[in-house]
């Protein structure tokens, strides 16, 4: 993408992730952070590219997001990536930026997996959008992508809160024509004025702000009821209607083209008079989404009769076939490209140093818990060294607690990355410092973060602009 940094006002064939990027870039983004996770994790470098931007990849989500709140309070554009359970390091700051709001706007992608492409989980990120209270936009293409994340910017500043974007890996990942355009050079908002009734959550502001939440929400509804470029309907045979957004709604227009649609650009809120609408229009009322029946229970909480899916159809990524099955109860024949490969499952590279230590560990007899990186693939036949592997940094708690209640019975291993250990990594070995404990832990320093491409990290010493910052010395930080 970088050749086509200033190639202004044409057509471009972008990734999703590339789209996301060029809108930000548009929307006179200054300051972009964040966490590298497939699949998301192409959007920043791609911002990079573009220029005029400041971007970090920060030590992890939380931070990342910290760092975006603080510039949007000094009043810059700033947008913040991370991939779906990045969003649960990212929780805390998220709920509570919903009362604070914003000054500059601040845009948050959540680049969700279902099928867990390259995760641990799939879970359904479109909860966090109404459990924090914040909105949500899902792009269904590269060209939304980019109006989307130039969108969410706009609601943003024009409602005070921060906008979620969230992306599906088919979408990050997929190739699609987008026209782009120049980049508008938004000043800074505001004076930086001190404002502690907006930016000081201590309870008499917040339960102000939880007031001023509840009107916003209000607003958004009614943006949500008249916006057509958010929310659309598509009439056609009226003998079926079907709810749609995201990538499940071209699984839905593929699988049937004549079907009459309400296709939803903002997840959250809904708008409940243009659904009871569409609904009134059509003969049957089907929801099409995938994961968790998100959708489908605001639709029914508002009174609207929506017909039963097979529950099965809840697992996994969809695909027109499946739609298909879910409409129709009929089974489907595979799609002609799906029949006939062969599995191809990731494994650690043939000369990858960590099968030596994972082949040591087995020999050990070591009860190993693991971390996310490349080395979780250690589980794998034939090394299968891995006892445990459950999120970002818990190996070390995870051995520390083991080690507690177990004593010496197993020699306990906990196995990290270097780029997980500066993620949430540093504080569990604080706490069995801290605490007595006397775990062993490797941590793997292959100087990059591998799994999701190679991004530098501080232990690197390099920054993601390419320019050299302070190296984190992890022998000094475990001595210390
Ligand atoms: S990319 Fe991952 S699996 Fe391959 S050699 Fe590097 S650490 Fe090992």
Redesign the pocket.
């Known amino acids: 993408m970088a050749e086509h940094a200033r190639d202004l006002s044409k057509t471009l064939l972008l990734s999703g992730n590339e789209a996301i990027a060029r809108g930000a870039w548009e929307a006179g983004v200054r300051l972009g952070s964040g966490y590298p996770g497939t699949p998301s994790s192409e959007i920043l470098p791609a911002l990079v590219a573009l220029g005029d931007v400041y971007c970090e990849w920060s030590v992890n989500e939380k931070v990342a997001l910290e760092v975006a709140a603080g510039a949007s309070v000094a009043g810059a554009r700033c947008i913040v990536t991370m991939k779906h359970v990045g969003l649960n390091v990212a929780a805390d700051p998220l709920f509570t930026m919903a009362y604070t709001g914003v000054e500059g706007g601040l845009v948050i992608i959540s680049a969700d997996d279902p099928s867990m492409h390259s995760s641990q989980n799939e879970q359904d990120n479109r909860n966090y959008a109404r459990a924090a209270k914040v909105p949500m936009l899902e792009p269904s293409d590269s060209r939304e992508a980019r109006e989307m994340t130039m969108r969410a910017f706009e609601l943003s500043e024009e409602f005070d809160t921060p906008v979620i974007l969230r992306p599906l890996t088919r979408v990050c990942h997929s190739d699609g024509l987008v026209e782009v355009g120049e980049r508008q050079e938004v000043g800074l908002r505001g004076d930086l004025a001190k404002q502690p009734e907006k930016y000081v959550m201590v309870p008499a502001y917040a339960r102000k702000r939880r007031v001023e939440m509840a009107e916003r929400i209000a607003r958004l509804v009614a943006l949500a009821e008249e916006d057509g470029g958010l929310n659309r309907e598509e009439m056609g045979d009226r003998s079926l209607g079907i709810i749609a957004s995201g990538v499940a709604y071209q699984y839905a227009k593929e699988a049937f083209p004549e079907a009459s649609f309400l296709k939803l650009g903002m997840v959250w809120p809904l708008p409940p008079e243009r659904i009871r609408r569409f609904a009134a229009q059509v003969d049957r009322l089907f929801v099409v989404e995938e994961l968790d029946p998100f959708l489908t229970e605001q639709v029914l909480a508002m009174g609207v009769a929506v017909e039963p899916v097979d529950e099965s159809s809840r697992i996994g990524e969809l695909t027109p076939e499946r739609v298909r099955e879910m409409v129709t109860g009929e089974k489907q024949p595979p799609a002609q490209a799906e029949a006939g490969l062969p599995p191809r499952p990731p494994t ?2 043939a ?4 099968r030596s230590v994972f082949l040591a560990l087995r020999r050990l007899k070591a009860f190993v818990t693991g971390d996310i990186g ?1 080395y979780t ?1 250690g589980t794998l036949a034939p090394l299968e060294a891995l006892h445990t592997c459950l999120c970002m940094g818990a190996g070390i708690n995870e051995a520390h607690g083991i080690q507690k209640v177990r004593g010496h019975e197993a020699p306990v291993v906990a196995v990290i990355g270097d780029s997980t250990f500066t993620h949430s990594g540093i504080t569990g070995l604080v706490n069995v410092a801290y605490n007595a404990g006397v775990s062993t832990v490797l941590i793997l320093d ?1 100087r990059t973060t ?2 999701t491409g190679g991004q530098v990290h501080p232990g690197t010493g390099v920054t993601l602009s390419g320019l050299p910052g302070r190296e984190l010395d992890f022998e000094k930080l475990a001595d210390a």
């Open positions: 650690l590279c000369g990858c140093p960590h490349c693939l292959n591998a799994m």
